[in-house]
């Protein structure tokens, strides 16, 4: 059975930082595409930056020069470090991974982790 586990949010003030993590736990057998999604009250899920297994990423236009996406292969984890932050930041933020476990290639999805950025 695969978990993706977040953790790492908080209330931050504006100007603050925090980092995410997501560790990605079971029976995996690769880790292709890794990223980070958010979704604030009343609006649609958004993603903010994903990393291929080979370090490429992409970011939100939102977030360019501001949150950093990477991850660490032998854990099976990624993070996010998200510094300037602003009250626009504030949403669940959930991991999702495109992994093979089982002989399966699915996309899963963690339970999110809430990140509050307020003064």
């Known amino acids: 059975q695969v978990q993706l586990v977040e953790s790492g949010g908080a209330l931050a003030q504006p100007g603050g930082s925090l980092r995410l993590s997501c560790a990605a736990s079971g029976n995996i057998f690769s880790i292709a595409t890794m990223g980070w999604y958010r979704q604030a009250p009343g609006k649609q899920r958004e993603m903010v930056a994903s990393?291929?297994?080979?370090?490429?990423?992409n970011y939100a236009d939102s977030v360019k020069g501001r949150f950093t996406i990477s991850r660490d292969n032998g854990k099976n984890t990624a993070y996010l470090q998200m510094n300037s932050l602003k009250p626009d930041d504030t949403a669940v933020y959930y991991c999702n991974a495109a992994l093979t476990a089982a002989w399966l290639k699915r996309t899963y999805w963690g339970q999110g982790t809430q990140v509050t950025v307020s003064s």
């Open positions: 990393i291929t297994s080979g370090g490429d990423t």
